[in-house]
């Protein structure tokens, strides 16, 4: 992983899973990984899986600055096939900010950590994906119901 950035939000995670296995939701066979983390319009783009959420994960590049940028502020951003609205997060020393998209509120239903990757690898392959492009012709739609279905392309 050798990104400062994405290691100190995976980091923040780990802290606070043990906080959250009494969760309803929460599902044993995820662990807390970063998935497909690349640069995106100057900033960081990707997904991170937890045992209790699978959340897309917007991280400020180099130039930003969001020290205005408040807990709980939404925004839109424009991402190649859709608009996503994001909420701020802010670390409890205040010093870092990130933003995150919820794609799975509830994880319980999530067979494994394989599948879990795959469906965090599809669903960013499907919001970058240009329009009009091959990965995003209607054949290659992704649903929730076809994720827990089991409908993925494995390794995709």
Avoid: C
Wanted: glycine content about 8%; hydrophobic content about 40%.
């Amino acid at each position: 992983m050798s990104e400062p950035a994405v290691e100190r939000l995976v980091a923040r995670y780990r802290e606070a899973e043990p906080r959250m296995r009494d969760l309803p939701f929460y599902n044993d066979s995820l662990s807390i990984e970063p998935v497909g983390f690349r640069e995106w319009e100057g900033h960081r783009l990707g997904i991170l899986i937890t045992p209790w959420f699978i959340n897309l994960i917007l991280l400020p590049g180099e130039r930003d600055d969001w020290s205005a940028v408040e807990q709980g502020d939404q925004s839109d951003w424009h991402l190649p096939s859709e608009t996503v609205r994001f909420t701020a997060n802010r670390s409890e020393d205040d010093e870092e900010v990130f933003l995150a998209a919820p794609v799975f509120t509830n994880v319980i239903g999530v067979p494994d950590h394989e599948a879990a990757k795959n469906i965090a690898a599809q669903v960013l392959q499907s919001l970058l994906a240009k329009p009009g492009s091959e990965e995003a012709a209607p054949g290659h739609a992704v649903s929730r119901r076809d994720l827990f279905r089991g409908r993925l392309k494995k390794g995709g």
